[in-house]
Structure formats: structure tokens, C-alpha cells
């Protein structure tokens, strides 16, 4: 499964990465990194078929990750990408506006990976 990262913090890659270790090295998983909404969807113009998955944060400068949800949904609908969000704030404008724009799941930091990696084994 390729999952798309989508986080202005660059350090979210390096912790990915130690998080999902045993997963990348099995080949269960492969990550991809934006840092970014731009970035994201320049990645997903490149490659509309290869991210299954993509976790995005909601908060970055310049295309939010509402933005990017919204883009995503209107523009890779066959098949469409799981779209999990991303967030600090755990409030519920955030949380409605995620829903309505067709976020299938939503996350606050710091992230529980042993939750998350349910979540994305259950997604395989």
C-alpha cells in the first residue's frame, strides 16, 4: 500500500519511518512525503493511481489541508484515495468541515501510531 504524507513539518517523514520500520521493510507499506498541499498535488498529478492512501495535515501554509481534501475529492475519484486528516486542533469546525468535504477519518496529534497502524492494516 503507498501512502502519501502530507505535513509542512519535515521531521513527520523521520518519524514515519521509525514508526512503520518493520511495515517498509516487508513491503506492506511505502511511504511518500509532501510537505506541502502544492506539493501533494503536483505529486498526485504525476501519479493519480499509485497513493492509496494519503494522511494530511490541516494546518500548512499556503493550500491547507481542507483545501488539499477538497481537491482531492473533486479531481481522483476512480478509485478514490482514503483520505485521513490530520490535526493539533481537535475542534469540531474542523472536524464538520473534514466530514462534509469527505474525509473518511480523523486524527489529532500527536498521533497514537498503534491506533494508526490498525487504522492502515485494516485498510490493506
Excluded at 28 to 33: D, G, K, T, Y
Excluded at 95 to 112: E, H, I, Q, Y
Aim: hydrophobic fraction near 40%.
Amino acid at each position: 500500500m503507498k501512502i502519501l504524507v502530507v505535513d509542512d513539518e519535515r521531521d513527520v517523514q523521520v518519524l514515519f519511518q521509525q514508526r512503520f520500520r518493520k511495515e517498509i521493510r516487508k513491503g506492506a507499506m511505502e511511504f511518500v512525503f509532501a510537505f506541502s498541499g502544492e506539493e501533494a498535488v503536483e505529486y498526485l498529478n504525476k501519479n493519480p493511481h499509485e497513493a492509496v492512501l494519503i494522511l494530511s495535515d490541516i494546518n500548512m501554509p499556503g493550500m491547507s489541508g481542507l483545501e488539499l481534501l477538497e481537491h482531492i475529492k473533486q479531481n481522483y475519484q476512480k478509485p478514490p484515495p482514503v483520505v485521513m486528516m490530520i490535526t493539533a486542533y481537535g475542534d469540531a469546525d474542523n472536524f464538520n468541515r473534514a466530514k462534509s468535504l469527505g474525509a473518511d477519518d480523523f486524527l489529532t496529534k500527536p498521533v497514537d501510531f498503534k491506533m494508526l497502524k490498525e487504522k492502515l492494516t485494516s485498510e490493506i
